[in-house]
């Protein structure tokens, strides 16, 4: 059974897998741990250490590895084993024009379905409440999540069956680039503001009586975007 296979107590730095499928878990402990920097790029994965840190068996470590190896997050292969892939600008920027361009198909069906009251806008608060405590604790990992799950509140609410496989298909690319030194503000206190303020400009579309797609995704822009034009601006490099 997956939940006997775990075994309970602290890991180094590894967050345990949640208990979904347990490789699908175990996929997205080890996607945290490259987003916050626990596994550098290009560094060496290495199984049996992968299985003592998070208390299971090296077969749904294996089962994991595919999965990522396969959507370009690990590298390598085979008998030479698996390296974590290196996101360069190129990579980034294909992650970030899918996301756009999905979280719009998303964000649009979202606000349709908050306006006529089949899905409840007030779930977002809970994520952006998660990242006031996040950083008030100072935890990166913490907010990182919270973030995530904040757009993963408007893929649910969506009910897009496809644009929300194809956007879980790439969420821990996201999780990803959401942590690299250009797309993420470094004080901790800024994000819970900067989604409060897109929440906003949510329940200022739901107020109206219908929405225009390219105002939804120009705002989902300039919100995915607001850090690194900010940086652009003041000279630092992106």
Do not use: C
Request: proline share 3%; aromatic share 4%.
């Amino acid at each position: 059974m997956a939940q006997d296979s775990m075994i309970t107590g602290s890991v180094d730095a590894l967050r345990q897998p949640k208990r979904i499928s347990l490789s699908e878990g175990v996929a997205d402990s080890i996607a945290e741990a490259i987003a916050t920097r626990i596994i550098q790029p290009g560094e060496r994965v290495v199984e049996t250490t992968l299985a003592e840190k998070l208390g299971v068996s090296r077969v749904p470590i294996r089962e994991a590895l595919k999965v990522l190896h396969a959507q370009g997050i690990l590298s390598g292969g085979g008998h030479r084993g698996y390296r974590i892939a290196t996101f360069d600008p190129n990579v980034t920027q294909q992650v970030m024009e899918s996301r756009l361009a999905l979280e719009s198909i998303l964000l649009r069906d979202a606000i349709e379905n908050w306006r006529s009251g089949l899905e409840d806008v007030g779930a977002l608060q809970a994520s952006i409440d998660d990242m006031r405590a996040s950083a008030k604790a100072g935890n990166v990992r913490a907010s990182l999540l919270a973030d995530l799950e904040f757009h993963r509140t408007i893929r649910l609410a969506a009910r897009n069956t496809i644009a929300g496989t194809l956007w879980d298909t790439i969420a821990r690319h996201v999780m990803i680039v959401f942590n690299l030194d250009r797309y993420r503000d470094n004080d901790l206190k800024a994000i819970p503001k900067q989604h409060e303020e897109f929440r906003q400009f949510i329940l200022a579309e739901i107020a109206k009586p219908a929405s225009t797609f390219a105002d939804i995704a120009t705002a989902l822009e300039d919100h995915m975007l607001l850090i690194e034009r900010t940086k652009r601006r003041n000279g630092k490099p992106s």
